[in-house]
Nanobody, 127 residues
Framework: QLQLVESGGGLVQSGGSLRLNCAAS????????IGWFRQAPGKEREGVSC????????YYLDSVKGRFTISRDNAKNTGYLQINNLKPEDTAVYYC????????????????????WGKGIQVTVSA
């Protein structure tokens, strides 16, 4: 079964940190761009960060620059999103996604050209 599984979410106090993990099973992420998206209650889903298959290029939503860091380990078939200095407005369900070539990270993050979606994981930031 081809799937992406997120982990690492939870309840955190404002100012805290989390690392979200996105593990692929049933296929290799090596040729896929990875993206992280979030959807807060009552809001549309937005792409917060995306990374190319070889980590050569990275996209961040302006509102998360300086606090979010995306990375990947192709040997572990896993992508990561490090979130520092969490704010209550970061509260959302976070999804990871993968897109194969020739999709660019702008196509992935901005236009949501996605081949695989994870089921999502809740991140809640208390004030």
């Amino acid at each position: 079964q081809l799937q992406l599984v997120e982990s690492g979410g939870g309840l955190v106090q404002s100012g805290g940190s989390l690392r979200l993990n996105c593990a692929a099973s049933g296929f290799s992420l090596n040729i896929y761009a990875i993206g992280w998206f979030r959807q807060a209650p009552g809001k549309e889903r937005e792409g917060v960060s995306c990374i190319t298959y070889n980590s050569s290029s990275i996209y961040y939503l302006d509102s998360v620059k300086g606090r979010f860091t995306i990375s990947r380990d192709n040997a572990k078939n896993t992508g990561y999103l490090q979130i520092n200095n969490l704010k209550p407005e970061d509260t959302a369900v976070y999804y990871c996604a993968a897109a194969g070539p020739p999709t660019t990270i702008q196509d992935l993050c901005v236009r949501e050209f996605v081949d695989f979606w994870g089921k999502g994981i809740q991140v809640t930031v208390s004030a």
